[in-house]
């Protein structure tokens, strides 16, 4: 990923637009349902360009046009992918100081020089690239060799650039664009890729002046170098040029040793550990959020890392492939589909990564929230699609006819030509591979097209990745993954596991939160005269209407029974003492240990009148928000051994949110229960909408339909039928 910096630009251009109308044209009928034939590929005129190497090896691609007079210069590095670490950015401030200063020119002055002349000139991180008219070319490839050769990136200059850049990282917490494109790389190559690692505020902070140093030393070198000129420049004249600035440029070896452990020291950097393997589709289906609280829309990229190379004899295949599915034109099927059909989105794409270090496939939509997870079912449906049945011939000529357009287009930028030669050295492509693009991309099939979405599209190992509400989406997301600890990941704005922000509560305690709760709901007086209390609730499970009707008995006493269409799938009763849990067609099962205790502890109306009874530990985490509430978060270790989190609103007092922390069917869950709507009855306020994720049974909403106060159970009723204990 290359950061470029415009140091200064003055830059007229002139866009000439017009069209004639023959009326022969404007009366000819045509046959609009048939296809063109398509012509034989046209001969592809690249230009001319000359290359050769100075004495220290480093090339030079000359590109003639003397057309204006004016002259590009780009000097490009070769530069392997790295392992930033715990200073993910230093590379990006490389780019952003490599014009900072140099031992005979600071930035001001370098700044004035290019601006004097009316020049333009950019850095990166692998690089640069300058403009200017030809009569001031000597004096600006003096700047060029001195910034390129012997930067001196000053300590104030890089102050600067490192507030500039926390600035950015600040800025992407509420940018929930630049959050999918940082987050959405480290989810599809992972956070210890050089292609997924993300700069934090944290690792700009370690970034110092020797890093910097070192990592221009090391890889910026002739040998590793290429010199490019374009425009009103002759061989011969950029020959001397060449010679000139860059051909006594021979700078020292830097220090580089590999460790036992397999890293590297490289001088000046420290120890580094290098990438190595090329990430590759793996493992199950698995979902990924950054949670927006009430956001509006989501952002929904389905993607995967790929092993595609530019000099793969399939690439031109797989880029016809995924112009047909979302590379561009309007009649995708992604465009027609999330847009023209569903009227879901405005614009949906797809993007097809070539690289010889590590290639990518990722679609993208800003979606409504309420189509989350609709536009994702729809986005693996297209890719399924693209795998399973051909393409028709309309899509395949639209396609076609699409691409040549856009390669005729960019032969009339002479840079084009420069670009074009720079990428077949670095990408080690055959010298004809862009002379023959248009025969070759004519002699696509359909065969082909299918052959190159069965290589290279892998929708039952792709990452889900939504920037979103989590509260609105998470739920309907779960369905979507082949991962179950967890379902879905929740990470932030960072791409680092989300944990909670708090700050630190010094004006209360947990059990005064815990009272205000209790006076909020009615109070401990009005609590109290609640003896028996029974409890409807209705859901969905598996798509099945579900009722789970709750008894609440004196002295601890319990009963409940789960019905799915009608029918009794389960049933508990705790006497107050011993539990039993019934299932038809199975043994009664006295509850133990955990699940007796887990019981217990929620077999009251209000189970917070007794919290101390019920804890071993009750914690003031600290606030924080949820949604626009501001909340105050409790952390109870309880008499069974579970972690429980309550959020209580610190206006209202009431409880907003559940998060129970459990092990269950060998696997640890997180289930998030949240309340609202709270309604009296009995004089107390009891929550009627609880919308539940996490749980074993996946996300679910339940609604309390009734509730009974003070209507004594007959005798009996919560007897367990357990046999009696006898002591030996």
Same mark, same amino acid.
């Given at each position: 990923m290359n950061r470029h910096r415009m140091i200064t630009a003055r830059s007229r251009a002139t866009m000439i637009a017009g069209g004639l109308l023959l009326p022969a044209l404007m009366t000819a009928q045509l046959d609009r349902s048939r296809v063109p034939v398509p012509g034989p590929a046209p001969v592809v005129n690249m230009g001319a360009h000359t290359t050769f190497l100075l004495p220290n090896n480093m090339r030079v691609i000359v590109v003639e046009n003397h057309k204006l007079p004016m002259v590009g210069v780009q000097v490009r590095f070769d530069i392997p992918p790295m392992i930033q670490g715990g200073r993910a950015g230093y590379i990006d401030l490389v780019g952003d100081l490599l014009a900072a200063g140099t031992p005979t020119r600071d930035k001001a002055t370098i700044d004035e020089s290019v601006d004097r002349m009316g020049a333009s000139l950019f850095t990166s991180n692998d690089g640069l690239y300058a403009n200017a008219l030809k009569k001031h070319l000597d004096g600006l490839m003096d700047i060029v060799a001195d910034v390129i050769t012997q930067p001196t990136f000053p300590e104030v200059e890089l102050e600067k650039a490192r507030k500039r850049a926390m600035s950015e990282v600040q800025q992407r917490q509420e940018d929930p664009g630049a959050i999918a494109d940082a987050v959405g790389r480290a989810v599809t190559f992972g956070n210890f890729h050089p292609y997924g690692e993300v700069t934090t505020e944290k690792t700009l902070r370690l970034v110092d002046r020797a890093v910097l140093i070192g990592y221009h030393r090391k890889f910026f070198r002739p040998e590793k170098g290429y010199l490019v000129f374009v425009g009103d420049i002759t061989e011969k004249e950029a020959k001397a040029l060449a010679k000139e600035h860059f051909g006594k440029w021979k700078p020292k070896q830097v220090s580089h040793v590999v460790n036992d452990d397999g890293t590297e020291t490289i001088e000046g950097i420290g120890i580094v550990q290098p990438w190595k393997h090329v990430a590759t589709p793996a493992g199950p289906r698995?979902? *990924?959020?950054?949670?927006?609280?009430?956001?509006?829309?989501? $952002?929904?990229?389905?993607?995967?890392?790929?092993?595609?190379?530019?000099?793969?004899?399939?690439?031109?295949?797989?880029?016809?492939?995924?112009?047909?599915?979302?590379?561009?034109?309007?009649?995708?099927? &992604?465009?027609?589909?999330?847009?023209?059909?569903? =009227?879901?989105?405005?614009?949906?794409?797809?993007? #097809?990564?070539?690289?010889?270090?590590? =290639?990518?496939?990722?679609?993208?939509?800003?979606? %409504?929230?309420?189509?989350?997870?609709?536009?994702?079912?729809? /986005?693996?449906?297209? &890719?399924?699609?693209? %795998?399973?049945?051909?393409?028709?011939?309309?899509? #395949?000529?639209?396609?076609?006819?699409?691409?040549? =357009?856009?390669?005729?287009?960019?032969?009339?930028?002479?840079?084009? *030509?420069?670009?074009?030669?720079?990428?077949?050295?670095?990408?080690?492509?055959?010298?004809?591979?862009?002379?023959?693009?248009?025969?070759?991309? +004519?002699?696509?099939?359909?065969?082909?097209?299918? @052959?190159?979405?069965?290589?290279?599209?892998?929708?039952?190992? @792709?990452? $889900?990745?939504?920037?979103?509400?989590? @509260?609105?989406?998470?739920?309907?997301?779960?369905?979507?993954?082949?991962?179950?600890?967890?379902?879905?990941?929740? #990470?932030?704005?960072?791409?680092?596991?989300?944990?909670?922000? &708090?700050?630190?509560?010094?004006?209360?305690?947990?059990?005064?939160?815990?009272?205000?709760?209790?006076?909020?709901?009615? =109070?401990?007086?009005?609590?109290?005269?609640?003896?028996?209390?029974?409890?409807? $609730? /209705?859901?969905?499970?598996?798509?099945?209407?579900? /009722? #789970?009707?709750?008894?609440?008995?004196?002295?601890?006493?319990?009963?409940?029974?789960?019905?799915?269409?009608?029918?009794?799938?389960?049933? +508990? *009763?705790?006497?107050?003492? %011993?539990? *039993?849990?019934k299932v038809p067609a199975q043994p009664d099962e006295e509850l133990f240990d955990i699940d007796l205790l887990d019981l217990k502890q929620n077999a009251y109306p209000v189970p917070e009148v007794f919290i101390k009874d019920n804890v071993e530990r009750l914690i003031l985490s600290g606030s924080t928000m949820i949604g626009d509430r501001k909340t105050y978060k409790i952390t109870m270790m309880t008499n069974a051994g579970t972690s429980l989190n309550d959020y209580y609103d610190a206006e209202t007092g009431l409880k907003l949110r559940r998060v129970d922390l459990k092990y269950m069917y060998g696997r640890n869950l997180k289930i998030i229960t949240d309340y609202s709507d709270y309604q009296p009855a009995g004089g107390v306020l009891f929550p009627r909408s609880l919308v539940q994720s996490g749980g074993p049974v996946g996300s679910m909403t339940m609604q309390v339909t009734a509730i009974e106060v003070n209507k004594p159970q007959a005798v009996g009723f919560f007897n367990t039928g357990l046999p009696a204990v006898v002591d030996e």
């Open positions: 698995r979902v *990924v959020i950054v949670d927006r609280p009430g956001a509006a829309q989501s $952002i929904v990229r389905v993607g995967f890392p790929l092993n595609f190379q530019p000099k793969d004899l399939r690439a031109l295949n797989a880029q016809v492939m995924n112009t047909i599915l979302g590379g561009g034109v309007f009649n995708a099927r &992604l465009m027609q589909n999330l847009r023209e059909d569903k =009227g879901w989105t405005y614009g949906t794409g797809s993007d #097809l990564q070539a690289d010889r270090f590590n =290639g990518s496939f990722h679609t993208t939509a800003n979606v %409504r929230t309420a189509v989350t997870d609709s536009a994702v079912v729809e /986005t693996l449906n297209e &890719l399924l699609r693209m %795998r399973d049945e051909p393409v028709t011939t309309e899509e #395949l000529e639209l396609a076609k006819r699409y691409m040549a =357009g856009s390669f005729a287009r960019s032969l009339e930028d002479p840079r084009t *030509v420069a670009r074009f030669a720079l990428n077949t050295y670095l990408n080690g492509l055959p010298e004809d591979h862009y002379a023959t693009y248009l025969k070759r991309l +004519e002699a696509v099939s359909i065969a082909d097209v299918q @052959a190159a979405a069965e290589t290279f599209l892998y929708p039952d190992n @792709a990452v $889900i990745f939504v920037v979103g509400d989590r @509260a609105s989406i998470l739920p309907k997301l779960e369905p979507l993954s082949q991962i179950s600890d967890p379902a879905v990941i929740e #990470l932030d704005h960072n791409g680092k596991p989300y944990e909670e922000e &708090l700050e630190r509560v010094k004006d209360r305690t947990a059990e005064q939160i815990i009272e205000h709760y209790l006076e909020a709901i009615g =109070g401990r007086s009005a609590i109290a005269t609640i003896r028996d209390m029974r409890t409807e $609730i /209705t859901t969905e499970l598996g798509g099945e209407a579900t /009722t #789970l009707t709750q008894w609440y008995g004196p002295n601890n006493q319990y009963r409940s029974l789960m019905k799915v269409k009608g029918n009794s799938v389960q049933e +508990e *009763v705790l006497d107050g003492m %011993r539990a *039993v849990r």
